[in-house]
């Protein structure tokens, strides 16, 4: 009868325990799945960084990559950068990089260079002016 009543509390007990414990778990399943703060919009910096530095350097000290450093990029004139071989329309390509070339060429290289071995476009017009501003920073 003893043994009994005891089994019955421990039962009891267990049960309550288990009961909160799949409340806490259920508390935190909730939290997950709550939407988490709007990560903060990528800056100039941080999308060059995804997105040019695989082929460039913003800098004249890192070994230069696939492509020519772009330091100092604006106000430029194409193809001009010191020991980079281009590809042969550069020779032709008689303009030095402002706003609007540099937004045509990260729009579509090759209908401003006819021939540009640049595999990159981008056409999203608020994400190139952002990258746009960062070059103007590295002036
Ligand atoms: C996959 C590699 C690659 C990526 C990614 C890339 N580029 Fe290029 N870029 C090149 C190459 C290669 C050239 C030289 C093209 C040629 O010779 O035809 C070039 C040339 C340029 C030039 C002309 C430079 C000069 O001296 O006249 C500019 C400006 C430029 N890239 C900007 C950018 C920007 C900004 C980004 C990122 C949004 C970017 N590129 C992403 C490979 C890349």
Redesign the pocket.
Known sequence: MYMTKLRARWTAKWTLALGFCSAMFAVQMTAAQMPLPAAKPPDGAT??KQ??A???TSNTSDPVR???S?YK?VG?H????DG?K??A??AN?DFV?DDTR?DA??TN?QQV?P??????R?AKPETRAM?IAY?KELN
Request: net charge positive.
């Open positions: 999308l060059f997105q040019c695989t082929c460039h696939q492509g020519p772009l990029i430029r194409a193809g001009k950068a980079f281009y590809s329309g550069f390509a990089w540099l060429w990260l290289p260079i021939g540009a071995v640049m595999a990159y981008q990258i070059l």
